[in-house]
C-alpha cells in the first residue's frame, strides 16, 4: 500500500525533517507513528498526499509513485486518501451535514450519491443527530468524528491521522481511536500519528518510531517506548 | 444533473464571495465602470475619426474654379485639356448650379443657410480627380497654369496631416488603454483576492479532498465576470446617453462634421466594451486563486 524508499528532505528554512526513510506499509495495516515534536512525522505524513514531496527518495502509495505525479494528476490521489487534523480544520459557516458533503461535492459527484455517503459517513461516526449543528456547537470530540466522517466520505483506501487526539481528554481519545480502528477494520489502511502513550501500548499495533527524522525502530505490536 | 449541481455550487459560491468583500467589491465595480467608459469613449473616437478621414477621402479632389460662367462647349474644351495632364484621373465639370444645389442639400437640413445667403454665390468648377494623394500639389500647380483656371484648391494635405494626427492618437490611445487594462485588472484581482484569503481553509480543504484546480477556480472566475459585467453595463449606461448627448450637440453646432450615428455599429462598439468587462473580470478571478494553487 505504501512505499517509502530512500526518502530525504530538508525544507528551505535549512531544517532536516527527514533522512533516508524507508518504510513498507502493507494493505489494511493499522501503523502508529509515534516520536517527540519535530521527529518529522507530519511531513512524512504530507509526503502521502503530496503536499510537501521529498528531496530524493519515492513515495509510492496504492501503486501511485508520488513523487513523479503531475500536478493536475494530483487531485486523483488525494481522492484515494482522507486527511484528519489535530485542529480538525472544519469549516465554520457550514453545518455538520455540508462539512462533509463538501468533500464529495467538489469532487463533482451526483447529488444522489452525496445525500446517500454523507448520511453514511455521518451514521458511521455516530454524528447523524448533529447533522444540522454547526462545528462551534459541537466537543471537541465530536468535530473531530465530522473531520473523521468527511475523510472516509469518499471511501478512501488509506486514512491519514495526523495527532487526531492531541487537543481531546483521554476518554474521548480513546473513542477516537475505537472509531479508527472500527474504520480499519472495514479494509482501511491507517496510519496515526501521536503522542498518546496509554493508547499506543494498549492497542498493540506496529509502532514506527522517528527521531530527527530517522527510523529509530519499526516493531510489530509495539509499545510506546522501547523496551 | 451532475452538471447542473457542479454550476449551482459555483454560481452560490461566487455570490457568497461578493456579497462577503461587500464594499471592495462595489469599489471594483466601479472602476471597471470608469475604465470601460473611457475604453468606450477611445472606440468612439476612433470609430469618428476613422469616418471623418474615409468622408474626406472621397474628396479627394483639386478644384478649379473658372473666373465667370462657361459656356457647355468651353466647359467641355476644359475638361478635354484638363484630362490631359499627368496623374488626372478624371475631370467633371460641375456648373454652378449643381454646386449651390449640393451645398444647400449638405446643410440646409441642419441650417436654413438657403435663406440667409440668399442668391447663388458660387462660380462654375472642374472637379479634378487625380491617381493617388501624393502628386495632388504637381497636378494642382499644372491645372493652375491654365488661363480660364481662376483658383486652385485641394484637400490633400490636410487630410495628409490629419492621417498623422490619427495615427498618433491611436498609438497614445492604445497605450493608454492597455495601462488602464492592468490597472483595473490589479483591483479586481485584489479584490476577488480578498475572498481568497477568506476562504483559504476552504481551498485548502478542496485540496486536500481532491477537487480540481479548474473546480476550485470556477467561483472566483464567475465572481470576476459579476463584478465585469456589471461593471460593463455601468459603463454602458454612462456611455450611450454620454455619447448621444455630445453628437447631437456637435451636429447643430458643426453640421458639416461627419459623425458616427451608425446604430449597428454603434452597438458593437457597446458589445465590445460589455465583453472586455466580462472577459477583464475572467481573467482577474482566474488570476487571483493562482498562488493557492499552485502544487509542489
Redesign the interface.
Known amino acids: 500500500m505504501i512505499e517509502i524508499k530512500n526518502v530525504s528532505k530538508s525544507y528551505p528554512n535549512g531544517v532536516e525533517a527527514l533522512f533516508d526513510v524507508n518504510i513498507h506499509i502493507g494493505k489494511e495495516e493499522f501503523v502508529f507513528i509515534v516520536g517527540p515534536s519535530g521527529a518529522g512525522k507530519t511531513t512524512l505524513m504530507k509526503m502521502l ?5 521529498p528531496n530524493s527518495g519515492t513515495v509510492i502509495v496504492d501503486r501511485i509513485n508520488v513523487t513523479e505525479l503531475l ?2 494528476q ?6 484515494a486518501i482522507g ?1 484528519v487534523f489535530q485542529d480538525y ?1 472544519l ?1 465554520p459557516r457550514r453545518t455538520v451535514y455540508e462539512n462533509v458533503a ?2 464529495l ?7 444522489s450519491q ?1 445525500r446517500r455517503h454523507t448520511m453514511q459517513a455521518l451514521e458511521l461516526v455516530n454524528m447523524l443527530k448533529r447533522a444540522s449543528s454547526f462545528p462551534e456547537e459541537l466537543s471537541g470530540g465530536e468535530k473531530q468524528r465530522v473531520c473523521i466522517a ?1 475523510a472516509i466520505v ?1 471511501n478512501p483506501t488509506l486514512l491519514l491521522a495526523d495527532e487526531p487526539t492531541g487537543n481531546l481528554d483521554p476518554t474521548t481519545s480513546w473513542e477516537i481511536m475505537e472509531l479508527l480502528d472500527k474504520i480499519n477494520r472495514r479494509n482501511t489502511t491507517v496510519l496515526v500519528s501521536t503522542h498518546n502513550k496509554s493508547i499506543v501500548d494498549s492497542m498493540k499495533r506496529r509502532v514506527v518510531q522517528l527521531e530527527g527524522g530517522r527510523i529509530m525502530r519499526d516493531q510489530q505490536l509495539g509499545s510506546y517506548n522501547q523496551v | ?2 452538471l447542473f ?2 454550476i449551482e ?1 459555483f454560481v452560490v459560491e461566487a455570490f457568497r464571495g461578493v456579497r462577503r468583500s461587500g464594499v471592495m467589491s462595489l469599489v471594483a465595480i466601479g472602476i471597471v465602470t470608469v475604465s470601460l467608459f473611457i475604453f468606450g469613449l477611445f472606440l468612439l473616437f476612433m470609430v469618428n475619426l476613422g469616418n471623418m478621414v474615409a468622408e474626406m477621402g472621397t474628396r479627394l479632389d483639386i478644384v478649379a474654379y473658372v473666373e465667370k460662367a462657361v459656356t457647355p462647349d468651353e466647359a467641355a474644351a476644359i475638361t478635354e485639356k484638363l484630362s490631359h495632364i499627368t496623374g488626372v484621373e478624371k475631370v467633371r465639370y460641375v456648373s454652378r448650379e449643381e454646386a449651390w444645389r449640393s451645398f444647400r442639400d449638405d446643410f440646409t437640413q441642419k441650417l436654413d443657410l438657403a435663406t440667409i445667403v440668399g442668391e447663388n454665390p458660387l462660380p462654375d468648377s472642374f472637379a479634378i480627380k487625380v491617381r493617388t494623394p501624393d502628386i495632388l500639389p504637381k497636378v494642382a500647380e499644372a491645372v493652375a497654369q491654365y488661363p480660364e483656371v481662376d483658383e486652385v484648391r485641394y484637400s490633400g494635405k490636410l487630410i495628409k496631416q490629419i492621417q498623422t494626427l490619427i495615427d498618433a492618437l491611436r498609438l497614445g490611445g492604445m497605450v493608454l488603454v492597455v495601462l488602464l487594462f492592468f490597472a483595473t485588472l490589479l483591483i479586481v484581482v485584489n479584490t476577488i483576492r480578498l475572498t481568497v484569503l477568506a476562504r483559504e ?2 481551498i ?10 479548474s ?2 477556480r470556477w467561483p472566483f472566475v464567475i465572481e470576476g465576470v459579476l463584478i465585469g459585467v456589471l461593471g460593463g453595463l455601468f459603463g454602458i449606461l454612462i456611455l450611450k446617453p454620454s455619447y448621444d448627448a455630445v453628437t447631437n450637440r456637435l451636429q447643430v453646432g458643426l453640421p458639416f462634421l461627419p459623425l458616427m450615428t451608425d446604430k449597428f455599429t454603434l452597438n458593437v462598439i457597446y458589445l465590445v466594451v460589455g465583453i472586455s468587462g466580462m472577459l477583464l473580470g475572467m481573467l482577474g478571478g482566474y488570476i487571483s486563486v493562482s498562488r493557492l494553487l ?3
Open positions: 498526499y503530496r503536499e510537501e514531496l500536478p493536475e494530483v487531485p486523483y490521489l488525494r481522492r486527511v480544520k469549516l463538501f468533500a461535492q467538489v469532487t463533482g459527484a451526483a447529488r452525496i468527511r469518499n | 444533473m451532475k449541481g457542479d455550487f481553509t476552504d485548502y480543504i478542496m485540496k486536500l479532498v481532491g477537487a480540481t484546480r473546480f476550485i499552485k502544487e509542489k
